[in-house]
């Protein structure tokens, strides 16, 4: 059976002088021992050779493989951020004014740059609830080119039926683009359907909250044409990756798996408390999320559901001070971004979904007094339970 951390750990790269870690390339420019290769190699003709570090760099490459291998994928390529992977992509896949349809439950960046700036260049995106089929299907138009999801949506957890949407995606020969930030290890969209799988490396798969990344996994054809110097979006908008980032996000893929699995068990503990105790909890691994059955059909089972839960505190105020009580108590940081090793916390309406106009917020159900949480790596999770339940009753959530 496919599994997508034993992927990762079968690939082992060696340094120069037989290090144990590879080799950090720390070149911006190649050199070339004939002319007449460096012309094939701007043709794109000759495989191996480097050519230029915004193109491809071998510490770049080492991390692109390895993450093509997590996602079951033939290729890959790494970027400077997740938005420089997702607006990479919608840009090459949406030539000449193409349309995309949207779930309307995405990271705000994403939605932002669909909404505001893609327009300007003639493409137009209708937003669509991604747990109903119908909506997806009255959406499309002649000129749609993809259909654009969250595996598991920010911040309300919805869960996509990918392998329905990348089935009704094929039948009108359109792509499915699927950003699996959420849920690395856990779901491999690949394998249900998606043509192309973005992570923002920011969040679990570094897991350090030291650096943005970003990735794009495909197919090898579409890798290329990214890549291509006369008509790439990674290549021509120049979101490429440092080669010491890469070497560095490289070393921490490799404790993904044991972090994942002790995220998803913190967080499965946590949001059957909360839930127990009263307050209104999201998490896909309660029997009460809408999708828990379906997360179920598509997860890879040991990494469990995740380490990110909702809370419901019941006005914004609440939900204020109940993250700075929460804060003060060592509990956790009020931040944005999430796969730390600490718990992270914030109010998704006024901040990372504020891009999101208030009455779009209430309409998709994403209220004022939502606490979105990343729950931590802690060693003993009940001892964390017992100090944010205090919290929860100093502030009166119940
Ligand atoms: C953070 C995030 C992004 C954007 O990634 P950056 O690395 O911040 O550019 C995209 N999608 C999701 C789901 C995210 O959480």
Redesign the pocket.
């Known amino acids: 059976m496919f599994n997508p951390a034993d992927k990762i750990q079968d690939l082992q790269y060696f340094g120069e002088f037989g290090g144990v870690n590879p080799s950090i390339s720390d070149s911006s420019t190649y050199t070339f021992l004939s002319a007449k290769t460096m012309f094939d190699t701007f043709e794109g003709n000759a495989d191996g050779c480097y050519l230029y570090s915004r193109h491809s760099s071998p510490s770049n490459l080492y991390l692109s493989q390895a993450l093509a291998a997590m996602e079951n994928t033939e290729s890959a390529n790494v970027t400077a ?6 607006t990479a992509t919608i840009m090459q896949l949406c030539k000449g004014g193409g349309h995309v349809v949207s779930s309307r439950t ?2 705000g ?2 939605y932002a740059f669909l909404k505001n700036l893609l327009p300007q260049f003639g493409s137009h995106t209708t937003f669509v609830d991604i747990t109903k089929m119908e909506a997806i299907e009255q959406a499309v138009t002649s000129k749609t080119k993809i259909i654009y999801l ?1 595996s598991v ?2 911040p309300l957890l919805e869960v996509a039926d990918i392998k329905k949407i990348a089935d009704f995606a094929h039948s009108r020969g359109l792509k499915l683009v699927v ?1 699996n ?2 849920s690395p290890l856990s779901v491999t969209p690949k394998n249900l359907g998606a043509d192309v799988v ?6 679990y798969i570094n897991g350090s909250s030291d650096t ?3 990735v794009i996994c495909s197919t090898l054809d579409f890798i290329n044409e990214l890549k291509d110097v006369n008509s790439g979006a990674c290549m021509l908008l120049g979101s490429t990756m440092d080669s010491f980032r890469s070497a560095s996000i490289l070393k921490n893929l490799r404790t993904l798996h044991l972090r994942m699995k002790q995220h998803s068990v913190n967080a499965q503990y946590l949001a059957e408390k909360f839930e127990q105790a009263g307050i209104k909890t999201v998490y896909p691994g309660l029997k009460s999320h809408p999708s828990h059955e379906l997360f179920k059909q598509m997860w890879n089972e040991e990494y469990g559901f995740g380490g990110m839960l909702t809370i419901d505190a019941g006005s914004l105020e609440k939900a204020n001070a109940l993250m700075e009580l929460m804060q003060n108590r060592n509990l956790g940081y009020l931040a944005v ?2 796969g730390f090793y600490k718990t992270l916390f914030s109010a998704p309406g006024t901040s ?1 979904s504020s891009e999101i106009p208030a009455d779009e917020q209430l309409e998709m159900g994403l209220s004022d007094g939502l606490i979105r949480f990343s729950i931590g790596l802690d060693n003993d999770i009940e001892r964390t339970y017992q100090e944010m339940l205090k919290c929860i009753k100093e502030i009166g959530v119940i």
């Open positions: 951020s997740g938005m420089g992977a997702i995405i990271y960046g994403t969250e949506s920010n950003d930030t959420f973005i992570h923002s490396l920011t969040k943005v990344g970003g971004s999430l990372t």
